[in-house]
């Protein structure tokens, strides 16, 4: 029994009154020594000459504070602990004394006070994985024992940042993990995660991410929720999920509460946002002369006047000579965001809580129009909450009760994000203003006001609310025979969301070309009228629940050098979404059996026996089992000299086997045929437009033999421990991927049916390399490092895929290259003089293309790759590259000096690569009528700068569909590196709170993606999209205020 002291008198004898009741006579005997040993040094240190008070504070690596540490003056027995913010004050013999600092699992700390009476320590985790818990599948393993590929990662990391969405937290930080951001706009921010890169090309790629042990989506917690974050990566650690597993595992447990008095925690953020990068385009007096001197080269009259051009540039007359930016029409230069959390935990021997609550709100960039007497603001604000309570029954018998959710509201404008990007894209910078200077909103006819689009159109409000249940019984069955346990868990997690649009649309007029005689704007008569009152428009309801049961034993003994312990699990779950008529249902075993024989060899068997509901009876379960191996080299007596610099080598192998039922396309019974009565089922009979009858039709054809895609995955890695301070992991990994989703594409036309039936018909590679890098140091007592990093490369390939037999073997297959590889025609440069034997006549030789372009020097020039003289759709084909990262990478620290801390994080991506284009999208394509001209218009081909790494080919005034095709010309690398965070924070003296009843203080300044650096200049190359007609990712500064209460 653990017996807590403090060095008074009269607190120890007022302590023995109350524990007497609970102690035995032995441990009264202990108390009292205790007792005199207290008394004799309280005497000892009255003697002692020039005493010193000495205050501080004891935290660990990221900051957070250590309660109940134990400070010893060394050579005494004078000692206190550090209260629940990790503060202390004692009194020691003389200013030249040492300290000694203990915690459970961290490494011991002297700290000589050379004078100083105000002191700050970190301590470092033990490195003695013997005491260190990991979380694994449906448990807890010592991580000593763990011979899976598992990687964790401290929730003060996740933390760090503006972001409301955990996915995007989690980019860069954890090897094997590959988290991309493709939009910032609010509420669909998420990131895309992946573990290990992608392994099918039609099946669910998510990974499965269980919250507390149940299945819940990633994006609904608060990261202030977390108390630990775990990564399953293969088989060894998957298999338990079965059908579930194939794409990785990630396993997150909220806080609860411990034993001691409430500690009481309230963080506050306050941020300033702007985007990261936004398309430049150029204004419109520069616009106008690229199109008068294009048009030009091809023999046109002047297209604008000097006198137009002059004005415009000058700023003669805005409404009239209008030059409006139509990116930042609609786009305001900041934003604000905050975040307010609230943790309270502690508790008894009998009961413990804990209490997380969170509020978020946060302004989008797009533009409002305050005069309006709706609310189109893009906003969302969030409120977490969170409840856990362990009760102790019994001596053998813990209730567990957990209870969390969350309330969202979201409001934005009556349109498509991404089609008012492609609007303002679309509306040259010259045909109008935004808004007259009298109030009136222009228009062109069959054109859209981006302005008007954003703000005066109505708005659309998503109100989402969500309770999560669980209640879990678990029985110490020690009874039976030691280290037997049962447990029962119940779920229920209930989603709803309600969705209204309501639009309005203003008057518009037509585009004024002069004023009258009194200066009044001339507009002829209205294009459209508007509407005086909001409409009703829709609304929509939405929802999901899910029902999870579990019962399992587990079994944990240690018997001399033999350590043994097993699970046995039996689950099933109940989702339904409202996208099927009856919800979809899972069940199954799991199982895991481990050894370890003297600390070195340890074996370990998993397995999951699984059955899904999507498939037809015969083909529902399926067995999949993992087996793994480990060895700890330096537990062996032949290590013993190298102890000092190695204190882990850790050898470890797993291969097996794990499925993927996620059919995609809201399957629930993929057996059975789908009817459909719609309108694409009508018929005709008779002459002309005849007489319509109405009919039914197949939708999705049921196929019997479908079952879960199979994955045999296997992996090798070490850890190592160097110097008892930097800890390196590699894993070297290969999965491959059997009975693949697709919908047949062999299946002729002929055959009658309106959708190509499924097929289990695929196989795919995927393999790769990661590496974990972890460096802590106390440099000197005062100050503090520790550095972490971590590189991921992937590499997949497709070895079977459904394919007409002319096409295999060819440049237009898809077997044998990557996933989602670009397709496109081959670039092979520009055309130059050279290459004609007249104007617009290509020399002999040369392949013709078929794009019906004339054309010139400057224009692209591409390879036949089927030998056939000419350029046209058959020569298209795969070309490399894909806009999955191949590398992912991060890399950060944490300097702690004194009372002052810095860290900062870099991440970043390699080998992705994106086709450009689109609409419009080479200037002067749009004939000054649609399109805006991107910055870098000048990086072109021109007969004074005939270069061949030129960004734009010849420039034309109209369409040349030769040069916008897409090929490996407008194949862009997309790789970045990005400053995902930076911080900077001060930890007031604990001697100067006491006077405000505080117990920490700590304020700080964050920034996120404050810079990047790519090759690609036209946008932020994270963004999915090939024109950057997206909304933003965004930088910013934080100011945050950190209480202990």
């Not at 990116?327 to 604000?336: C, G, L, P, Q, S």
Request: hydrophobic content about 35%.
């Amino acid at each position: 029994m653990k017996i807590k002291t403090t060095w008074k008198t009269s607190s120890i004898q007022l302590s023995l009154f109350t524990l007497s009741k609970k102690l035995s006579k032995e441990g009264l005997i202990c108390l009292l020594f205790l007792m005199l040993c207290a008394g004799n040094s309280f005497a000892q240190n009255n003697n002692l000459q020039d005493p010193v008070k000495i205050t501080g504070k004891v935290t660990d690596a990221k900051g957070l504070s250590l309660p109940s540490a134990t400070v010893l003056e060394k050579g005494t027995k004078n000692a206190v602990t550090t209260d629940f913010d990790g503060s202390f004050t004692i009194t020691v013999s003389s200013a030249k004394a040492i300290l000694v600092f203990n915690y459970i699992g961290m490494k011991p700390v002297e700290r000589p006070l050379n004078n100083d009476k105000k002191i700050a320590i970190t301590m470092l985790e033990e490195t003695n994985d013997l005491q260190t818990v990991v979380v694994v599948g449906y448990g807890t393993q010592k991580k000593a024992s763990v011979v899976g590929a598992i990687s964790t990662i401290k929730p003060s990391l996740l933390q760090v940042g503006t972001s409301r969405t955990l996915g995007n937290n989690l980019a860069g930080q954890i090897a094997g993990v590959m988290a991309v951001q493709r939009s910032g706009e609010p509420g669909y921010d998420q990131s895309d995660i992946k573990i290990r890169g992608i392994s099918t090309f039609k099946g669910g790629t998510n990974p499965l991410v269980l919250v507390d042990g149940i299945e819940r989506n990633l994006n609904d917690l608060d990261p202030s929720e977390i108390e630990s974050f775990s990564v399953l990566k293969d088989a060894a650690a998957s298999a338990v999920y079965g059908v579930r597993g194939a794409n990785g595992v990630i396993l997150i447990n909220t806080k609860r509460g411990f034993v001691g008095t409430p500690k009481i925690q309230v963080r506050t953020e306050y941020s300033i946002q702007e985007p990261t990068k936004l398309p430049e385009f150029i204004g419109a007096a520069p616009y106008m002369k690229l199109l008068n001197e294009l048009a030009a080269e091809q023999g046109r009259p002047q297209l604008f006047t000097d006198d137009r051009i002059s004005k415009t540039a000058s700023g003669y007359d805005p409404d009239l000579y209008p030059d409006v930016n139509w990116i930042d029409a609609i786009t305001k230069d900041y934003a604000f965001t905050s975040r307010t959390n609230l943790n309270v935990a502690g508790g008894s021997e009998i009961l413990r809580y804990a209490l997380t609550a969170s509020y978020y709100s946060e302004k989008g960039m797009l533009s409002a129009d305050p005069k309006q007497t709706y609310d189109s603001e893009t906003k969302l604000n969030r409120t977490n909450i969170r409840t856990n309570v362990d009760v102790n029954v019994s001596k053998t018998t813990l209730l567990r009760i957990n209870i969390g959710g969350f309330l969202q509201n979201l409001n934005k404008g009556n349109s498509s994000t991404d089609g008012l990007f492609n609007t303002a894209f679309e509306t040259t910078p010259f045909v109008h203003p935004a808004i007259y200077s009298d109030g009136t909103i222009p228009r062109v006819f069959a054109r859209e006001n981006p302005w008007a689009v954003s703000t005066q159109q109505g708005y659309y409000r998503q109100g989402g609310s969500k309770i999560e249940s669980l209640v879990s019984l678990e029985q110490d069955l020690r009874g039976i025979t030691p280290g037997l346990k049962s447990k029962f868990t119940y779920s229920f997690d209930s989603y709803s969301e309600n969705r209204i649009t309501r639009g309005k649309s203003p008057d518009y007029y037509n585009v004024a070309t002069q004023r009258d005689l009194d200066g009044s704007l001339i507009h002829g008569t209205v294009q459209a009228y508007g509407q005086e009152y909001l409409g009703y428009g829709t609304s929509a309801q939405f929802g999901n629940r899910r029902v999870y049961l579990e019962a399992n034993t587990t079994y944990n003994r240690t018997f001399g050098k033999h350590d043994l312990s097993g699970l046995l699990l039996y689950n099933q779950d109940s989702y339904n979404d409202g996208t099927a008529p009856q919800a979809f249902k899972h069940q199954g075993l799991a199982g895991r059996t481990s050894y370890t024989f003297d600390r070195k060899y340890i074996g370990e068997f998993n397995f999951g026996y699984n059955g899904s509901e999507n498939f037809a009876k015969g083909n529902r379960f399926g067995f999949f089992p993992s087996v793994a191996l480990g060895w700890i080299v330096t537990e062996e007596k032949f290590m013993q000299p190298l102890q000092n610099v190695f204190n882990k080598i850790k050898l470890r192998g797993s291969y097996g086997l794990v499925g993927n039922d996620n059919i995609g396309a809201n399957r629930r019974f993929a057996y059975l045929t789908t009817i459909s009565d719609n309108n694409n089922s009508d018929y005709t009979f008779g002459t002309g437009q005849g007489v319509k009858f109405e009919g039914i039709e197949e939708g999705q054809i049921g196929v019997n033999d479908l079952t879960w895609e199979k994955v045999a995955k296997a992996d090798i890695g070490i850890e190592l421990g160097i110097l008892n301070m930097i800890d390196l992991t590699v894993d070297v990994f290969q999965e491959k991927r059997k009975d693949i989703f697709v919908e047949r594409n062999t299946v002729p036309t002929q055959a009658g049916f309106i959708n190509a039936p499924w097929a289990n018909f695929g196989k795919m590679e995927n393999k790769g390399i990661e590496v974990g890098f972890n460096l802590n140091k106390q440099v000197t007592p005062d100050f503090f490092m520790s550095w972490r990093a971590n590189f991921t490369f992937v590499e997949n390939k497709v070895t079977e895929r459904d394919e007409a037999e002319a096409v295999k073997g060819t440049y237009r297959s898809g077997t044998g290259i990557q996933n989602n590889t670009l397709y496109g025609y081959t670039a092979t440069g520009l055309y130059t003089s050279d290459d004609f034997s007249a104007p617009g006549v290509l020399a002999p030789g040369l392949p013709v293309p078929t794009f019906g372009t004339v054309l010139r020097p400057g224009d692209i020039k591409y390879e036949d790759r089927n030998g056939d003289g000419i350029i046209s759709g058959l020569d298209e084909g795969f070309i490399g590259g894909t806009t999955d990262p191949q590398i992912v990478y991060g890399f950060g620290n944490n300097l702690k000096y004194k009372q002052f801390d810095l860290s900062f994080f870099f991440q970043g991506v390699a080998k992705s690569e994106r086709m450009i284009g689109g609409a419009n999208f080479i200037p002067g394509s749009g004939t000054g009528t649609l399109g805006n001209i991107y910055s870098n218009y000048e990086d072109r081909w021109t007969e004074e700068n005939p270069r061949q790494d030129v960004f734009w080919p010849r420039l034309s005034y109209g369409p040349n569909a030769n040069n916008a095709v897409a090929s490996t010309w407008w194949k862009k690398d997309m790789s970045f590196g990005r400053l995902k965070t930076m911080e900077v924070g001060y930890t007031f003296d604990k001697g100067l709170l006491e006077k405000f009843y505080l117990q920490g203080l700590r304020i700080y300044i964050s920034g996120n993606n404050l810079w990047y650096a790519s090759n690609f200049k036209l946008w932020d190359p994270e963004l999915d999209t090939g024109n950057g007609l997206k909304y933003p990712s965004t930088r910013s500064v934080l100011f945050g205020l950190s209480i202990g209460l």
